[in-house]
């Protein structure tokens, strides 16, 4: 559904006709729900309706988009959440994981908020999800909920599943049937009026450790904070990095040597000083080796140091190094959306670093390639890591109303040359397909540029390049900025064409 509105040019973009009544209409909001459904369904989330939205009205647009969002999930054919209780009456659920990801999976979990004898039901919490270790799963579930209970941060929600399959390649919590699962409970979560959208961690002791620090970097955009204990990973499988803006706490004893994790844990403390000093206030930090301790630790004091930090969804400083976790990449981070990867190598990854300052956007984007410098018992522990400047690739970088001020230029600058400065139009297809790719509260952007790394120039989403002469209409008719029709495109300036404008140079 195509929508076509007059803008004004006085200099610039100027602001629109509000658009907050309009999709309100059962049409145009029927296709934003079919749009939702595509997108639960594992299909890709079209753009199905262009349209200007006015600086004033982003935020009920919004919230009636987020409405939308919510409708499709309650009424999408899945196993949900069981109602919230107190965790003490120990209820559980079980989701079934798709067998094309993990044959014969049914994971089982308790959900409920250690709170004790009652929770207030109008009162949002922090929610934990729990990563029990590689002993009989039986068992390590169970301890999962008494731990839960009474040695974890209180009050909260506890999300404590118990690992489907036993011992082997499916006894891991960071491949990618898991991964399904962490994204459904993520998308699920957010739409509890009980959950704080902003203070949501994940946690988990020994094999626990290993699937919590993986996930940290991996899902950092969605997480306050993250704490392994009794692990560490080599940190090429979780680099620490991206663990920007969240809380980290990795506890190892010192005498735990299986596997190298006391080892592991120390490098994993010294990269996060060097990053800390390298960009004071963004690598909060808790890890420590624990001298005197084994592979048992005293568990207590994780969860309320991670509690103590709220999560930042629209930080002024991301770095993403772009991994494939058990060989699945995701497909954005934050406000950083891969639409052409950087690499086609299956060793080689993309790394993009963006900082903010008021509406200029410093992004550099480089490829790193990894050249082991230490093993040990077979097991690949230190890393050298090479950098060099990438040349080709494809982001979408989303804008939020509260850091970036809309009415006024964006600024980019890509590895230090500027290729962007003008106006980014909020529109409605960006608001919908940011909703569908995140489902996160937080992240309904408005507004959108395009990078093209290879061109070194970038583009409002909501903005197309033509030729000046070629009038490029690919069947479509093109308009002035009167609402007149153009029937060749021959002077530099604002035009539009399938309800989007053009900036045509």
Known sequence: MKKFFTILLLGSLASVPSIAQEIIDSQCEQEIY?????????GKADTVVDAVISHDDISSVREKVWGIWKNAVENYEEEKLIELDILENRKSGSWVLPS???????????????????FDAEKKYPLFLYMHGSGDKA?????????????FYSPAIYFVPQIPNGYGEYYRWAIQSKQWA?????????????????????????????????????YADYLAGAGPMAGGEPLKNAPMENVANIAFSLRTG????????????????????ELEAAHPGYYNHFIEVIEGDGHTIDYRPTTPWLA????????????????????????????????????????????????????????NVNIVNYTTSYSQGGIEMFFDKEYSKA????????????????????????????????????????????????????RLFPAAVDVDIAAKSAVPTSIQNVKVNGAEHNGSPVYDLTGRR????????????????????
């Open 100 to 118: 094309s990801l993990e044959p014969n999976a049914t994971m089982p979990y308790y959900y409920g908020c250690n709170e004790y004898p009652s």
């Open 139 to 151: 068992q390590e579930w169970e301890t999962g909920i008494g731990l839960s209970l009474r040695r």
């Open 486 to 505: 153009v029937e060749e495109v021959s002077r530099p300036g604002i035009y539009i064409k399938d309800g989007k404008a053009m900036m045509v140079k």
């Open 34 to 42: 079919d749009c939702f459904v595509s997108a639960l369904d594992g």
């Open 182 to 218: 962490w994204e459904k409970l993520l998308r699920l979560a957010f739409l509890s009026k009980n959950v704080d959208p902003n203070k949501i961690y994940f946690f988990g002791i020994s094999e626990g450790a290993y699937g919590s620090q993986r996930l940290a970097s991996f």
């Open 254 to 273: 010192a005498l735990d040597d299986s596997f190298g994790r006391n080892i592991l844990t120390r490098k994993a403390l010294e990269v996060a000083d």
């Open 391 to 442: 040349d080709k690739g494809k982001i979408r970088i989303y804008l939020n109303e509260n850091e970036y001020d809309l009415s006024q230029p964006i600024r980019i600058l890509l590895n230090g040359n500027e290729i962007f400065n003008g106006m980014v139009e909020p529109t409605l297809d960006t608001m919908v397909e940011s909703c569908a790719l995140f489902y996160d509260p937080e």
């Open 308 to 363: 103590q930090f709220t999560r930042d969804a629209h930080p002024d400083y991301v770095y993403w190094e772009n991994y494939a976790m058990y060989g699945r990449y995701r497909e954005a981070f934050y406000n950083i959306k891969v639409i052409e990867n950087s690499t086609s190598s299956s060793t080689a990854r993309a790394c993009y670093e963006l900082k903010r300052a008021e509406n200029t956007i410093e992004l």
